[in-house]
Nanobody, 120 residues
Framework: QVQLVESGGGLVQAGGSLRLSCAAS????????MEWWRQAPGKGRESVIG????????YYVDSAKGRFTISRYIAKSTVYLQMNSLKREDKAVYYC?????????????WGQGTQVTVSS
C-alpha cells in the first residue's frame, strides 16, 4: 500500500500562485508515476499533470500548459504542483494519485484531496 497526503491548498486571487505538495509513504518503491488530478464542483475528476517517478519526465493536459509545473523530491518521496497565473476555472479539489503502471491505467492510490479556491 501507498499512502498519500496532500497539503498547500487554499484561497488565492486570480493571477496568483499556489504550490501543492503530496508526500508518499509506504511501498513507495512500487510507484511508477505520480499525477495531480482535480475535480471541480459538479464535474468529474480529470487528470492535470503527471511525472514519471524514476526519470522525471512530465506530461500535462492543455489547460495546464505554461501555467502548471510538476516536480519531485525523491529523498522525501514528495511531488509538488506549482500553479501560476491561476484562473477562476482552476477552482477545484486537487488530488494526488500514484500508479504502479503506465499511463493507460488509473492511479491505484489517492490522497484525501486539497481545496483550491480562486477568487476574482
Amino acid at each position: 500500500q501507498v499512502q498519500l497526503v496532500e497539503s498547500g491548498g487554499g484561497l488565492v486571487q486570480a493571477g496568483g500562485s499556489l504550490r501543492l505538495s503530496c508526500a508518499a509513504s509506504g511501498r513507495t518503491f512500487s510507484i511508477y508515476r505520480m499525477e495531480w488530478w482535480r475535480q471541480a464542483p459538479g464535474k468529474g475528476r480529470e487528470s492535470v499533470i503527471g511525472i514519471i517517478w524514476s526519470t522525471g519526465v512530465t506530461y500535462y493536459v492543455d489547460s495546464a500548459k505554461g501555467r502548471f509545473t510538476i516536480s519531485r523530491y525523491i529523498a522525501k518521496s514528495t511531488v509538488y504542483l506549482q500553479m501560476n497565473s491561476l484562473k477562476r476555472e482552476d477552482k477545484a479539489v486537487y488530488y494526488c494519485g500514484a500508479a504502479s503502471g503506465g499511463r493507460t491505467t488509473s492511479p491505484e492510490y489517492w490522497g484525501q484531496g486539497t481545496q483550491v479556491t480562486v477568487s476574482s
